[in-house]
């Protein structure tokens, strides 16, 4: 082959390698959360089934609700690698800022307190009018920072602001480090969640940094506004 053809192949396999590498994202993301946030509420059901038939039942909605949900976005991921037989190219679709209240909710459901603040201005009413790339990865960190919250420390409560300031939207999540546990470690044959959340941000041209402050873990990640892929 020719200098110019391969390096056009060059080009095409970094291409469907960084394809691969953003469905894979997704696929942790989305069926991860799904499972940690089933396992958690199935859990807090039964410590209280008999008890507290309430809770049991917002539970079991709630698990209804994720598994469907996830079962849409699974879906819509393995229909795209269908396509063609080839890895796609694009950035698979997938929920943004205008379905957070929902995810929350499913996690207040199995007994994980979160707190949500936004600012500043009225913004937050309408999260449509952000950028689609920036509202949809912020979506996904935010699910994976809960995931992570499910994973390390069971049901403590979280706290998630959402800041809109400097053309930049800054996440900041937090959650009481578990006596036992410390800090988020990475579990055999997965936990890529932290360096998934750096990926995303990276990609928009933004940074994010965790680590354990004053008793808590934090999460802080800075989106740019202009960061459309």
Do not use: C, K
Request: aromatic residues 2%; neutral net charge.
């Amino acid at each position: 082959p020719a200098p110019a053809d391969r390096l056009a192949a060059a080009e095409a396999r970094a291409a469907a390698l960084a394809a691969r590498d953003r469905i894979a994202r997704e696929l942790h993301d989305s069926v991860g959360h799904a499972l940690s946030a089933v396992a958690l509420q199935a859990g807090a059901a039964r410590t209280v089934l008999g008890l507290d038939p309430e809770f049991v039942r917002r539970a079991l909605t709630a698990i209804e609700e994720t598994a469907r949900h996830t079962t849409g976005e699974l879906d819509t991921v393995l229909g795209m690698l269908r396509e063609d037989g080839e890895t796609p190219s694009r950035t698979p679709a997938g929920p943004t800022l205008a379905e957070l209240g929902a995810l929350l909710e499913r996690t207040r459901a199995g007994g994980t307190p979160v707190t949500l603040t936004t600012g500043p201005g009225p913004w937050w009413e309408t999260p449509e009018l952000l950028p689609e790339a920036v509202s949809r990865e912020a979506y996904r960190i935010v699910q994976e920072g809960l995931s992570n919250a499910l994973r390390h420390a069971g049901r403590a409560p979280v706290t998630l602001s959402l800041t809109l300031r400097d053309e930049e939207l800054l996440i900041t999540m937090e959650n009481p480090l578990h006596p036992r546990s410390g800090p988020p470690r990475n579990r055999p044959g997965g936990g890529t969640g932290l360096r998934g959340t750096a990926e995303r941000a990276a990609a928009l041209g933004g940074r994010a940094q965790a680590g354990p402050q004053d008793g808590n873990w934090r999460l802080t990640v800075h989106l740019p506004l202009g960061g459309e892929r």
